[in-house]
């Protein structure tokens, strides 16, 4: 099977507050409502950015801290769980007030200035990660 069919749950609409880590935010949220599977997005913006790309081939994230103001364009994800826990795994496009764009995957440390996200909770069988030898990845587990 190479996927697996689930149902829609409770949808959350909520604003992450003043000075929070959106990751760290998002996980606890996830984990005081009892979300272990589910969608996230938001926009809003930020007072500082940490942003991770992957090298494949040294498999291993590189960070770019940016200290300044930026708009979340767009940030999309998803809760699986690793570790026993809530995990958050999304991506996040940022802009500057010249309108250039940072983009990557969202690293701990990234600093709420306002936030209104959406998370969907999704109803199925446990979807856990586990880390993945060929990528160096914590991936879904295989169906
Ligand atoms: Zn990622």
Redesign the pocket.
């Known amino acids: 099977m190479l996927a697996r069919e689930y149902t829609i749950g409770r949808l959350f609409v909520s604003r992450i507050p003043y000075d929070q880590d959106i990751a760290e935010y998002v996980r606890t949220f996830s984990e005081d409502n009892g979300i272990s599977v589910g969608l996230f997005s938001e926009i809003g913006a930020v007072k500082k950015a940490v942003l991770?790309y992957?090298k494949q081939e040294a498999k291993e994230y590189s960070t770019l801290t940016i200290d300044e103001a930026l708009e979340i364009v767009s940030c999309t994800g998803n809760i699986s769980i690793r570790d026993g826990k809530p995990f958050l795994?999304?991506?996040i496009a940022l802009s500057d007030d010249a309108g250039h764009t940072y983009a990557g995957?969202?690293m701990d440390g990234v600093q709420v200035f306002a936030c209104e996200f959406t998370l969907q909770e999704i109803i199925g069988a446990p979807l856990t990660r586990e880390s993945d030898a060929q990528t160096g990845l914590w991936l879904w587990k295989t169906f």
Do not use: M, S, V
């Open positions: 991770g992957y795994h999304a991506h995957h969202l």
